[in-house]
Nanobody, 115 residues
């Protein structure tokens, strides 16, 4: 499974940005897609996930501001980020997990929120 993330950007506080993650390869076994982020000097953390049944899960601090969604036909997962805050600044990584526990990561994409 190959994951290609896009949508990096610099936005002001309160602004919006949408990240995309396109999957290719042997994706038939993937049952969870998600986004993680890693701020400078901090550990990588889960931001949001979506299952093949469209069940979603969010980090508490992004609930109500971020929305994860997917386009099945395009094998793409999106992360719509609204009301961005400086603490959302990080490198964002998309990932995919298969039903048998294998994980795949895309390259990171930088999101910077300026105050």
């Amino acid at each position: 499974v190959q994951l290609q993330a896009s949508g990096r950007g610099l936005v002001q506080v309160g602004g919006s940005l949408r990240l995309s993650c396109a999957a290719s390869g042997k994706i038939f076994g993937v049952n969870v897609r998600g986004w993680h982020r890693q701020a400078l000097g901090k550990e990588r953390e889960l931001v949001a996930t979506i299952t093949n049944n469209d069940l979603t899960n969010y980090k508490d601090s992004v609930k109500g501001r971020f929305t994860i969604s997917r386009d099945i036909a395009k094998n793409t997962v999106y992360l719509q980020m609204n009301s961005l805050k400086p603490e959302d600044t990080a490198v964002y990584f998309c990932n995919a997990k298969t039903h048998d526990g294998r994980g795949y990561w895309g390259q990171g994409t930088q999101v910077t929120v300026s105050s």
